[in-house]
């Protein structure tokens, strides 16, 4: 039996008084947990997603995992980029911030295959030393169901992008935050109709990432970013 290449998959922390139908005694206490959405891309690409509580040591589960996948989630602190707080900036999640960049930084060492989405995208730019407009009211349509599918993104030829969603694609869109000034080592190779970033790679590690939300497509199981993590996660564990 072939075995299924491990999948990281970050998500994000709550407090009991968060989860409805919980114990009232229980509100005090933390839970983590992400989207089965990105759990079932990665199984429909071939891989076996695995949840990365907070409370792991980033450095000793990239030693067991073969890629990682950086959900969507909350705003990044601005502090982090060197930035003073806007009035519009959502809630911030520093706990959250401090054990993607380590697990970032982990990944990166190992060279392991890492894919990005809406939040994730972002954290990737912020660990590599690039900064976020905190707010950009018009790409955040949250009106509509999440797959409804809003612009088109343009990809540039000749990228790992174009490669996986052709010249062009149209994408839902759900962020209020994105990239402004990009972090060493990465190119942008999408860009919305208002020329907003909406994918970068690396130039010399297996890491893409995309500002929209593939796991919320009626496409997600047929999605060739989890499939290119999927691979490249396949060929590090081979």
């Not at 890492?114 to 407009?133: E, M």
């Not at 020329?195 to 199981?221: C, K, N, S």
Request: aromatic content about 6%; glycine content about 10%; overall charge negative.
């Amino acid at each position: 039996m072939t075995t299924k290449p491990l999948i990281g998959i970050t998500g994000k922390r709550r407090k009991g008084e968060d989860l409805r139908g919980n114990l009232r005694v229980m509100n005090a206490l933390s839970f983590d947990l992400f989207w089965v959405d990105y759990a079932e891309g990665i199984l429909a690409a071939g891989g076996m997603p695995v949840f990365l509580p907070l409370g792991v040591d980033p450095e000793m589960i990239v030693e067991r995992l073969d890629g990682i996948l950086m959900s969507g989630g909350a705003d990044i602190s601005p502090a982090l980029y060197g930035a003073e707080p806007q009035p519009e900036l959502g809630a911030v999640e520093p706990v959250r911030d401090q054990f993607e960049l380590d697990l970032l930084k982990a990944a990166t060492e190992r060279e392991l295959p890492v894919a990005g989405i809406c939040r994730g995208l972002q954290i990737l730019n912020v660990y590599a030393g690039g900064n976020l407009f905190q707010d950009i009211p018009p790409h955040a349509v949250r009106d509509k169901p999440p797959t409804t599918r809003v612009h088109e993104v343009t990809i540039e030829k000749g990228s790992v992008l174009e490669d996986l969603y052709g010249s062009t694609t149209q994408v839902n869109s759900l962020h209020h935050q994105s990239i402004d000034r990009v972090g060493k080592g990465f190119v942008v190779t999408a860009r919305s109709e208002d020329t907003g970033v909406e994918g970068i790679e690396h130039e010399d590690l297996p890491i893409i990432a995309v500002q929209w939300h593939p796991e919320m497509l009626d496409t997600r199981d047929n999605d060739p970013l989890f499939k290119w993590l999927v691979d490249q996660a396949m060929s590090l564990a081979s």
